[in-house]
């Protein structure tokens, strides 16, 4: 089975690459995450919620300062807006909590199912998978889906892999993304999975 190998592998501790202490700050590095190294968001984020303690203030914050604090993670206006927006119907809307179910996330300005099930996954510990770039492509390498749509992934593979994998396969597969499977120059010499990969020549 795919996951025992992917657990031999690459273990089976929860990994969180955003760091973040409250629920709220995770999220809004999610947001930040979109096309953006988690690298790179961490760093923003360290001066971004020194500035803006809690959520309040953050839904308070005027909108050229909050664009010029988070300038490096890249489409930093319309994410600037959405961090505002979401901040404010977290505050308005949820009484300054994370909301829990897919429905509530999604609702949220930014927030689309993909952070919406890392924060489900991170926060709550609720069974989810987070389609990234690196889960969508090894996954259908491995076989495991095959369709294009991230959603569509997402079905996919919760028909596919057993519940108590979903949050670990997210993990286990971004770092077999990120190390062994790079997109533009994956290392097959290197990778422990390439039996089961449908780009790689049987024997």
């Not at 955003?18 to 923003?44: F, G, H």
């Not at 303690?53 to 994410?79: F, M, Q």
């Not at 992934?153 to 670990?168: F, N, R, S």
């Amino acid at each position: 089975m795919i996951t025992e190998r992917l657990n031999e592998i690459y273990g089976t501790e929860l990994v969180c690459y955003l760091e973040y202490e409250e629920p709220w700050q995770l999220l809004i590095s999610t947001i930040m995450s979109a096309q953006c190294t988690d690298k790179r968001v961490n760093m923003v984020a360290k001066e971004l919620y020194k500035k803006y303690p809690n959520i309040e203030a953050l839904a308070d914050a005027n909108l050229s300062e909050l664009e010029e604090t988070i300038k490096s993670v890249g489409l930093y206006k319309s994410k600037a807006k959405n961090i505002i927006s979401c901040a404010k119907d977290i505050v308005e809307k949820f009484d300054g909590k994370v909301p829990k179910t897919i429905e509530e996330l999604t609702s949220l300005a930014g927030v689309g199912r993909k952070t919406a099930n890392v924060i489900r996954g991170n926060v709550f510990k609720e069974a989810s998978i987070v389609v990234d770039t690196h889960v969508k492509r090894v996954s259908r390498l491995l076989g495991l889906a095959k369709e294009e749509d991230p959603e569509k992934i997402e079905y996919e593979l919760m028909k596919v892999l057993p519940k108590k994998q979903w949050i670990l396969y997210n993990i286990q597969i971004i770092a077999h993304g990120r190390s062994i499977c790079v997109a533009r120059s994956p290392k097959c010499d290197l990778c422990k999975l390439k039996d089961l990969c449908l780009n790689h020549p049987k024997n």
